[in-house]
């Protein structure tokens, strides 16, 4: 599993790709605003949600296995108990890796993915680490933790 600051700076610098698992279309929603996020910060997001035709202007597949491309990273923003089919769906599409959001802790299917040959990110948020990472925080005065004079490259 990837929990170091080397490991996940790596992980969204090399893959520049997103399915977003359980995007939700409401503006206010923890999924629409890092998805947003993400799009404004040059990454590919694909929604995953049968609810919807489209989000954030990109049209929605209503499951993994029906994307008609690649995509990197299956970001997910469901319950714990539904993550194993989605980690089947992603080894089945070839993801590269396997995103948990905060909250989203489920370890055999984590094992599953990583045996499977999926980098595992668990219980963090693609948004938050990636301005962590990559100078958005602490331009607000938040304490990121990282120590440098010197912004690193942004992916």
């Not at 080397?6 to 929603?29: E, T």
């Not at 202007?57 to 194993?84: H, M, N, T, W």
Request: a positive charge; aromatic letters at 8%; proline letters at 6%.
């Amino acid at each position: 599993m990837i929990d170091d600051v080397a490991g996940l700076r790596r992980i969204l610098m090399r893959h520049r790709s997103l399915a977003v698992v359980g995007l939700s279309a409401h503006w206010h929603r923890p999924s629409h605003f890092a998805a947003k996020y993400m799009l404004d910060h040059g990454y590919t997001v694909v929604p995953v949600n049968p609810a919807y035709p489209q989000v954030l202007g990109q049209k929605c597949y209503p499951s993994l296995r029906e994307l008609p491309f690649k995509v990197d990273i299956v970001d997910c923003f469901r319950r714990a108990e539904d993550i194993p089919a989605i980690v089947e769906d992603a080894i089945a599409i070839g993801a590269k890796v396997l995103w948990l959001q905060i909250g989203v802790i489920h370890d055999e299917a984590a094992r599953r993915a990583e045996a499977a040959g999926l980098e595992v990110v668990m219980d963090r948020c693609v948004k938050i680490e990636h301005a962590r990472l990559f100078g958005g925080l602490n331009w607000f005065g938040v304490n990121t933790g990282i120590v440098s004079s010197k912004r690193p490259p942004c992916p």
